[in-house]
């Protein structure tokens, strides 16, 4: 599966109006590339436009991850992000409800490999998770892999 990469690409009208577009292509994709998918995705947009109102020269900078793309290339999709739950170096994975003679409460198992997390959608559930959990634990952003999602 190719890896993907967010970038910000700028291009200008001959008066002037710069159009900056977010593009998640390859992560080996050539300028000219990312040029002809953002002036694709421009004339889409802007019907009275003419490829020839745009300037014939491009900015390609790294694109903030925060930021959701305008185009993606063909054949890649954009990964949608995972949460998880950190204590130290250790990850939450699972919780099951443990019952023992005179006792039941929700257990957690945990692991080192950030892949076997237990993952959350939205970084405000991995938050409440993590205040029921305990206050000191950590909620980051999981990196996305061939192994999980």
Same mark, same amino acid.
């Given at each position: 599966? !190719?890896?993907?990469? *967010? ?31 953002? !002036?694709?995705?421009? *004339?889409?947009? $802007?019907?009275? *436009?003419?490829?020839? @109102? ?6 390609? /900078?790294?694109? @903030? ?11 890649? #999709?954009?990964?949608?992000?995972? +949460? ?12 099951? #409800?443990? !019952?023992?003679?005179?006792? /039941? ?8 490999? /950030? !892949? ?8 405000? &559930? ?5 205040? +029921?959990?305990?206050? $000191? ?6 990196? &996305?892999? $061939?192994?999980? @999602?």
């Amino acid at each position: 599966m !190719t890896k993907g990469k *967010l970038y910000q690409v700028s291009i200008d009208e001959i008066e002037y109006q710069p159009h900056f577009i977010m593009v998640y292509a390859s992560e080996d994709a050539k300028d000219k590339d990312l040029q002809r998918l953002a !002036t694709d995705f421009i *004339l889409s947009q $802007n019907p009275d *436009l003419r490829e020839s @109102d745009l300037v014939d020269s491009v900015i390609v /900078e790294p694109g @903030d991850p925060d930021e959701k793309p305008d185009v993606v290339a063909e054949g890649l #999709h954009v990964p949608t992000p995972a +949460w998880g739950v950190k204590m130290g170096l250790l990850y939450a994975q699972a919780v099951h #409800h443990a !019952t023992y003679d005179d006792d /039941e409460f929700d257990e957690v198992a945990y692991v080192r490999d /950030e !892949t076997q997390a237990k993952r959350f959608k939205t970084e405000a &559930e991995a938050k409440e998770f993590a205040k +029921w959990l305990n206050p $000191n634990c950590e909620v980051i952003q999981l990196e &996305e892999g $061939n192994d999980h @999602d």
